[in-house]
Structure formats: C-alpha cells, structure tokens
C-alpha cells in the first residue's frame, strides 16, 4: 500500500509560485496514475491536475490550464505540481492522490496524501 505526503505548500502573494512534492513510499509512482486535488473551507474537493501512469499523458482543471503543472520524477518517486500565477482564488489544501486510472473524479483514486496549505494574498 503506498503513502503519500506531500509538501511544498505555504503563504503566498497573488502572481507568486509553489511547487508542491508528493513523496510516496510503499509503492512506486510509475505504476500509479497520480493525482493532484484541492478544497477550500466549504467546498468539495476539486480535481486540479492528473497524469497517467505512462507518463505520457497530463490533464487540467480549466481554471489551472496554463498556470500549473504536473510531472514525476520516477528517480525519486516523487509528483509535484508547478503552480505559477497565482491567484486568491488556488487558496486551498491541496491533496496528492494515487489510482488506477487518470481521473478528475476522487472515487477513482485509492490513495490519499494528508495534504498541504496553500494560501495565496492578494
């Protein structure tokens, strides 16, 4: 069973970047697709960014297109999601996830990381 933690997240002004690391032990990313999620207080939690386990495929949340960025370091077992431009609205926890299959929907993920503050000021 893999376990995921992820890091990376803090206070932010609007415009600034995060990089944000999901470290897995117990398994190995390569044969997970891989997830990233957010919630804000009150609010679902919300797909951000995915990637197959090939590695061969990424996909976005609209409102993150072109500002983040998902990718894997098989070397060091490890996803991270490049977030640039950001805006009050990104302010979140934000999740790791593991699955069988790129999904924007939590139900497919099997494995979750215990997630990361994100706060960005405007």
């Known amino acids: 069973q893999v376990q995921l933690v992820e890091s990376g997240g803090g206070l932010v002004q609007a415009g600034g970047s995060l990089r944000l690391s999901c470290a897995a032990s117990?398994?190995?990313?390569?044969?997970?697709?891989m997830g990233w999620f957010r919630q804000a207080p009150g609010k679902e939690r919300d797909f951000v960014a995915a990637?197959?386990?090939?590695?061969?495929?990424?996909y976005y949340a609209e409102s993150v297109k072109g500002r983040f960025t998902i990718a894997r370091d098989n070397a060091k077992n490890t996803v991270y999601l490049q977030m640039n431009s950001l805006k009050p609205e990104d302010t979140a926890v934000y999740y790791c996830?593991?699955?069988?299959?790129?999904?924007?929907?939590?139900?497919?993920?099997?494995?979750w990381g215990q997630g990361t503050q994100v706060t960005v000021s405007s």
């Open positions: 996830a593991a699955g069988e299959i790129a999904s924007t929907t939590t139900w497919n993920y099997n494995y």
């Open positions: 990637i197959r386990r090939s590695g061969s495929y990424t």
């Open positions: 117990g398994g190995t990313v390569s044969t997970y697709a």
